[in-house]
């Protein structure tokens, strides 16, 4: 039997560790070239572990029986000409692009520090620079190769933030903005079979999340630290059901609870636990899939 992703070509903007790591690692497991991109080359320039390379020779043990194997990209996303040569580079090389995760943001230092957002400095406007306008960079080039060949997916990691306050007002409002966009380009892309969406990951226990919470548990919001992690590749796990799904046109412009979509998949974390949604204490999507409303409001 075939690998499910054999075949498909994907890109995971920030993958050097974390969310983008998990979802990288699974993609390549199940059969896809998997373009791993992040800013971090050699270990050590950054506090902790992981790198582009480092991923994507995960990516080649995990996919050697599925074909999947990993590119290693150095791509720093706040730069729009390193974003071009790799988008370039992925179709001098595969001639296609099938899924795009858009995972890459910035986080700031002070990200948990409980202070008025006048009390932060402007330069934490850097988390819209990577994190919503990469976004959309990242979207723009693959939708030129995508649109062409008729199919594609691209997906926005988001989060409960959305709706609900989380770390602040930069980190709400970037999110709140990466699912509207996410809704808007599926009704552009839907005439050409592409899709478009977001999901919304509950704690999930990256390397960051882990030293967060062993250094600052306190200063985070309780309906953040009582929720039950889930591994990085639980995402992962479910990026791949939706890149494997016939009727994925069905779920466009939709923002989704990453915990339900698996539930829905039969996905289960690496141990076998199927980890629960946090919609009662977090909060619910806004949008729907183009498909069950009318958008244009005709």
């Known amino acids: 039997m075939s690998a499910p992703l054999a075949g ?3 890109v995971v903007t920030g993958a050097s560790r974390g969310i983008g790591k998990g979802i990288a690692l699974v993609l390549a497991e199940q059969g896809a070239t998997v373009y791993v991109t992040g800013r971090t080359v050699r ?3 950054y506090y902790l572990p992981g790198t582009v390379g480092g991923t994507a020779a995960e990516c080649a043990e995990r996919g050697r029986d599925s074909g999947g194997t990993g590119i290693a990209v150095a791509c720093d996303h706040g730069d729009d000409a390193a974003v071009a040569a790799l988008f370039e580079q ?5 001639g296609r ?3 795009l995760v858009n995972n890459a943001f910035t986080l700031s230092d002070d990200l948990l520090e409980p202070k008025g957002f006048w009390e932060k400095p402007l330069s934490n406007l850097e988390m819209w620079d990577v994190g919503v306008k990469s976004n959309y960079v ?3 080039h693959a939708a030129r190769i995508m649109v062409p060949q008729g199919s594609g997916l691209i997906v926005a990691i988001s989060g409960f933030a959305a709706v609900t306050y989380t770390y602040g007002t930069i980190f709400g409002t970037s999110k709140s903005a990466v699912d509207r966009m996410a809704r808007d380009m599926a009704i552009e892309l839907e005439p050409h079979g592409v899709a478009s969406l977001a999901i919304w990951q509950g704690l999930t226990l990256t390397e960051k999340a882990q030293d967060n919470l062993a250094r ?7 309906s953040i630290t009582s929720m039950h992690g889930s591994t990085v590749e639980h995402p992962g796990r479910v990026v791949a059901a939706l890149a494997a799904d016939p009727q994925i046109m069905k779920r466009s412009g939709g923002e989704f609870i990453t915990t339900e979509l698996a539930m829905e998949y ?14 009662a204490t977090r909060g619910s999507p806004i949008w729907k899939p183009i498909s069950e409303v009318d958008y244009r409001g005709k």
């Open 266 to 279: 039969g996905v289960t974390d690496t141990d076998g636990s199927v980890i629960q949604s946090a919609r």
């Open 43 to 45: 270990e050590g320039d």
């Open 90 to 94: 992925v179709r001098a090389e595969q």
């Open 8 to 10: 498909k070509v994907a």
């Open 97 to 99: 692009l099938d899924v």
């Open 138 to 140: 990242a979207a723009w």
């Open 216 to 222: 600052m548990g306190d200063k985070m919001t309780a």
